[in-house]
């Protein structure tokens, strides 16, 4: 079956800028799940989202948002890009009731300038 | 809060060594342990998984056990092959409900040489 699909791959932005991100998650999975991930913090949390409701929040500014449609595809977007903001992001999906279980997607590599 | 701590790296080994990754984590209840494995230009995957004390994670020759008194779950492997050579993260999820947050290690760079 197909894997979990983010476009673009690739991403080069300057500072003020906005991005939007996508995902679309395995058929069937309804979980929703997007990190950053970055050489000096590692892999943080950004949101979950569950059936077009977000489930949990990380500790990220306002200027991070996300949604998911019905079909349970997300987009993540930031506003008014920092060079900080530079990273991998990646989203991970998963079957209700296995949270165990969680797919993640090759990332989308973000870089601002 | 919860945590999750790994050893720094980068570990290089020759192939057919014994490979220990050092993994301690912070949490309240009892959280499910991983570990993820990041190939070269690839995405995450689950290498193994344990969801409670004294349970064994077990895939590909690796293996990590939950151990609940040390708060650990060190990975260890048997013999190295190169293909093993990947970042090797540890995390947890809190069980609380559908909660699916992933707190994570800073991951583990491994190199193995022929």
């Known amino acids: 079956k197909a894997g979990v699909t983010q476009t673009p791959r690739y991403l080069i932005k300057t500072r003020g800028q906005q991005v939007t991100l996508s995902c679309s998650p395995i058929s069937g999975h309804r979980s929703v799940s997007w990190y950053q991930q970055t050489p000096g913090q590692g892999l943080q949390f950004l949101f979950e989202y569950f059936s077009e409701t977000q489930r949990n929040k990380g500790n990220f500014p306002g200027r991070f948002s996300g949604r998911q449609f019905s079909n349970s595809r997300s987009e993540m977007n930031v506003s008014t890009l920092e060079l900080g903001d530079s990273a991998l992001y990646l989203c991970?999906?998963?079957?209700?009731?296995?949270?165990?279980?969680?797919?993640f997607g090759p990332g989308t590599r973000l870089t601002v300038l | 809060g919860n945590s999750v701590t790994q050893m720094e790296g980068p570990v290089t080994l020759s192939e057919e060594a014994f490979l220990t990754i050092n993994c301690t984590y912070t949490a309240t209840g009892y959280p499910s342990l991983f570990w993820y494995v990041q190939y070269p230009g690839e995405g995450l995957q689950l290498l193994l998984k344990a969801t409670k004390a004294d349970d064994k994670g077990s895939n590909k020759g690796f293996e990590a056990t939950y151990r609940k008194e040390t708060t650990s779950f060190h990975l260890e492997k048997g013999s190295v092959q190169v293909s093993d050579s990947a970042v090797y993260f540890c995390a947890l999820r809190w069980n609380a409900g559908n909660n699916r947050k992933l707190i994570w290690g800073l991951g583990t760079s491994l190199a193995v040489n022929p």
């Open positions: 991970a999906c998963g079957l209700a009731g296995s949270p165990d279980t969680q797919y």
